[in-house]
């Protein structure tokens, strides 16, 4: 939620300055307070690295971070068990956590493996950290009843509430989508599809 802030001049006329009320919890999606959350526990980290943390979350589907640190050190001990690395005994591959493969994840190269850190995981794992996956959600959901269009309400984390619609167009040249994202709290521009 945007706040104006009044700033005292000199002059005959004043600034206004906007700011933002601080986040909590904060979206691990916001690299720039994840980088200064880092940095205050002194966990210094190369942007691919975060790259490369961002890449895997999004390959999870972006579950809750202990459950992604816990699935990322499963499929670690599997991969270093596959390689003679690790009692293979004692790996079991939970069906439930597997990848959803596709044409580059499912190959095995040096780029394919991402190292995240010790100290990253360690952070991504602390209850304490104040950072959560997702922080919006939805709260309604409507279905048109020819199926073509999906009308949602997403709660943001300032529980204000925003709309969404999914518009789904077939025809004989091919599918495809439309997605309408109200961009204000409260949207005036009364579209047929959405109002």
């Not at 209850?127 to 939805?138: A, D, E, I, K, R």
């Amino acid at each position: 939620a945007d706040c104006l802030i009044m700033v005292a001049s000199t002059s005959a006329s004043s600034k206004v300055k906007r700011s933002r009320d601080p986040l909590s919890p904060k979206p691990i999606l916001d690299r720039r307070l994840l980088e200064e959350a880092l940095a205050e526990r002194g966990i210094e980290l190369k942007p691919k690295r975060i790259d490369q943390f961002y890449q895997l979350l999004h390959r999870q589907h972006y579950p809750p971070l202990d459950e992604f640190v816990a699935t990322y050190k499963r499929r670690d001990k599997i991969r270093l068990a596959g390689k003679g690395g690790a009692d293979t005994d004692s790996v079991t591959v939970d069906e439930n956590h597997r990848p959803f493969p596709n044409r580059v994840s499912a190959r095995t190269t040096k780029q394919n493996i991402h190292l995240l850190p010790k100290a990253l995981l360690a952070f991504l794992s602390d209850p304490n950290n104040g950072f959560v996956t997702l922080t919006s959600t939805v709260v309604e959901s409507r279905l048109s009843s020819d199926s073509t269009t999906t009308k949602l309400a997403v709660q943001l984390q300032d529980s204000h509430v925003v709309e969404t619609v999914i518009m789904r167009h077939h025809s004989p040249e091919g599918s495809r989508a439309t997605l309408c994202v109200s961009s204000q709290v409260g949207c005036a521009m009364g579209c047929t599809f959405c109002a």
